[in-house]
């Protein structure tokens, strides 16, 4: 299902292939929480910004309108007309963002719904129902995330217990694959590292998990606070465990500065709410560096945002324009915006693989890791 095409040092250029259609790796994937981008994006702009696949929220979808719903619309796919793949997460960063409100036991979580306060239980079985309800492409293992800093013993039981509830969703996912009326009978799954900054549980965790043989693997409970270096040293640590011929996933990243080094690293697959928070309220990715665009120097600047970038935003309308739509809180200064820096972060993705297929790739990184950092 994964075809390694070309290497750089570490860096690889892949192919993912799904039912839903082949990912070109390295692919920043578009977080898509509630089956829809925030700031007014629909699927079918997410075709024009070059997204190959969308992520979805496990745990917000089965609040409301509740995956029952959307098994009943067909899945995920009809639901929100889009036909290219679909990663579901499990819930586990949801409920470890739940704290005041949840209860972590060995069958699974109890915690209260941060909208109506109604009781839920999750567990790894539970995790998968929702999950093949929905119908994604690929589901992610229901796992424990453990806040940074923590303690070893604490973190070392968490891990163990990652591990037990990563056999249950595995075999859970098999007899739900094999049901007559699932909707996707092809689901695949990703297993999720953890073990805080400990470099022995995230070596000794990958280890283990590496031998159930799964669709891909995820490196989870990083980018929640702890310095850069912290995390690239992390996935230092776990990259030579990781299978070769899988897809490789660092969950929640990041920043282009952040992408590029761990692409350097041999990481494939990401996912941030950044690109579409930060473009809601008027930050925008560049490739001279990040501009805040309600700036008064931009008062009367007639150029696009970007004047490498042919983004729907930047072919048609002027920083002088944008600048405009937020101080007036026009809902449309959102939308372009997010569609301004969906399509910078595809476009960067798309240049990181030519990159590595030119054996270029060192050069990027040298040029665009600081720069795409800098502000303007």
């Known amino acids: 299902m994964f075809k390694l095409l070309k290497k750089e040092n570490k860096a690889r250029r892949g192919e993912f292939h799904t039912v839903h259609g082949v990912i070109q790796t390295p692919c920043f ?27 979805c929220n496990t745990y917000h979808l089965h609040v409301r309108p509740g995956d029952k719903v959307i ?3 067909g ?11 679909i990663l579901t997460d499990s819930g586990g960063f949801q409920v470890f963002s739940l704290a005041s409100l949840r209860k972590i036991k060995e069958e699974g979580v109890y915690f209260s719904s941060h909208v109506d306060g109604r009781k839920i239980f999750m567990g790894p079985e539970e995790s998968m129902q929702i999950q093949s309800n929905l119908g994604s492409t690929i589901a992610m293992a229901f796992d424990e995330c453990v806040e940074n800093p923590a303690k070893y013993e604490y973190s070392k039981k968490s891990c163990e217990r990652t591990t037990r ?9 098999e007899r739900l694959n094999s049901l007559h009326d699932t909707i996707n009978k092809k689901q695949m799954l990703f297993g999720i590292n953890q073990g805080c900054t400990f470099d022995d549980l995230r070596m000794s965790h990958m ?19 702890e310095p850069a270096e912290e995390m690239y040293r992390i996935i230092e640590t776990v990259e030579p465990i990781m299978p070769e011929n899988k897809p ?18 041999g990481v ?24 805040h665009v309600t700036n008064k120097c931009y008062t009367t600047d007639p150029r696009p945002v970007d004047e490498e970038c042919d983004c729907p935003t930047c072919r048609n309308f002027s920083r002088s324009y944008l600048r405009h739509l937020f101080k007036a809180d026009e809902q449309l200064a959102g939308r372009l915006a997010v569609m301004h820096n969906l399509y910078f972060y ?5 240049r990181i693989r030519a990159a590595i297929e030119s054996d270029n790739f060192e050069k990027f990184r040298e040029k665009y890791s600081p720069l795409l950092s800098t502000r303007i």
């Not at 899945?75 to 793949?85: D, E, S, V, Y």
């Open 29 to 55: 994937m578009n977080v898509g929480t509630s089956a829809a981008i925030k700031g007014g994006v629909s699927s079918i702009d997410l075709v024009e910004l070059k997204c190959q696949v969308e992520l």
């Open 71 to 73: 098994k009943e619309m």
């Open 75 to 85: 899945g995920l796919h009809k639901f929100m007309n889009w036909n290219r793949p």
């Open 165 to 173: 509830w990563l056999y249950r969703c595995k075999e859970e996912m």
């Open 207 to 225: 280890e283990e998990i590496a031998k159930l043989d799964l669709d891909g693997y995820a490196i989870g409970g990083l980018a929640v606070g």
């Open 248 to 265: 490789r996933y660092l969950m929640g990243v990041g920043t282009p500065e952040n992408i590029i080094e761990a692409v350097y690293r």
């Open 268 to 291: 494939d697959l990401f996912d941030c709410v950044m690109p579409s928070r930060n473009a809601r309220h008027a930050t925008l990715f560049t490739w001279k560096g990040i501009m």
């Open 346 to 350: 595809n476009t960067l993705m798309e």
